[in-house]
């Protein structure tokens, strides 16, 4: 069943400014306080939308003809999954329609006032980064309320040989129902620009499908497990040592002046000699 958000979404940002990324915030109309909505997603928009960002307004017909807001309880603060769809259309306004697959399954909204963004280095979209960043500070660690139903991990013997498929395209669409699967069960995967739907399917059958069967997670725990391909990208762990500050030079030590060494004080110190008598005396050692 899919869940729809079109009367709760207040504001908010979907962006896809970095290849295989979808990522953006919601903020929530509710008569009760509700924590914004951080999207992460794997996948791209489709079409001429790929690499844009989308800006979604408050409606803008008179708040009081907007239907009552509902949010759903049970809808999980961080939404982690896969890109599902998304449509954007000029008339009779600027709309959209976007859904992807998370914790909570199949979420799909609508916005009636929403603006394409073409220039990711936007002002208005680098605040939102920042609050989007905020949100995360606040937020009491990864701790997932409510809790994720206990969904079974997909063994590796379910899964093709991502070698066989004859494109990326056919990768992708086992990679999307799988991810779609794991978000169910709290696992999150970053799939980094670098790679293909091909590669970052293997990675999920050969690394992150064995540790998730072969450790002490339980399906629906409440902690996120988050796995990245940039562990095993060489672009990304390039970038990395880039990034890094560079190392201090270390100097090679100055042979030292034996002259200027302090003295060495040979038979310095002490101990407590017992001599058996009862008494106890020091003597030089
Ligand atoms: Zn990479």
Not at 46 to 62: D, E, F, H, N, V
Not at 80 to 102: E, K, L
């Amino acid at each position: 069943m899919t869940l729809r958000l079109d009367n709760c979404v207040l504001r908010g940002v979907i962006r896809n400014d970095v290849p295989n990324t979808i990522d953006g915030w919601l903020q929530m109309s509710s008569a009760a306080p509700q924590p914004t909505i951080l999207l992460s997603l794997v996948g791209n928009l489709p079409g001429r939308l790929a690499g844009q960002s989308l800006l979604l307004s408050p409606p803008t017909a008179p708040r009081d003809t907007w239907p009552l807001p509902v949010t759903p309880s049970r809808l999980h603060r961080q939404q982690i999954g896969v890109f599902s769809r998304c449509t954007f259309r000029t008339t009779p306004q600027n709309s959209c329609s976007f859904a992807w697959h998370g914790p909570n399954g199949l979420v799909r909204l609508d916005s009636s006032n929403c603006q394409l963004l073409t220039n990711p280095g936007d002002t208005e979209t680098t605040s939102l980064t920042e609050l989007q960043l905020d949100c995360l500070l606040e937020s009491d660690s990864d701790s997932l309320s409510p809790p994720f139903p206990r969904i079974p991990i997909p063994s590796v013997s379910q899964l093709p040989d991502p070698d066989q498929l004859v494109s990326d395209q056919q990768a992708w669409l086992i990679l999307q129902p799988l991810l779609a699967r794991l978000a169910r069960a709290a696992v999150s995967f970053h799939m980094c620009p670098h790679i293909s739907s091909r590669t970052a399917l293997q990675q999920l059958i050969h690394d992150v499908l064995p540790q998730l069967h072969s450790d002490s997670y339980t399906p629906g725990q409440l902690r996120l497990r988050s796995f990245t391909s940039a562990e095993n990208c060489s672009v990304c762990q390039q970038e990395f040592r880039d990034w890094l500050p560079p190392a201090p030079v270390s100097r090679p030590e100055k042979p030292r002046n034996p002259l200027k060494q302090p003295f060495p004080v040979s038979g310095s110190g002490s101990r407590i000699w017992n001599s058996g008598s009862g008494s106890t005396s020091m003597v030089g050692w």
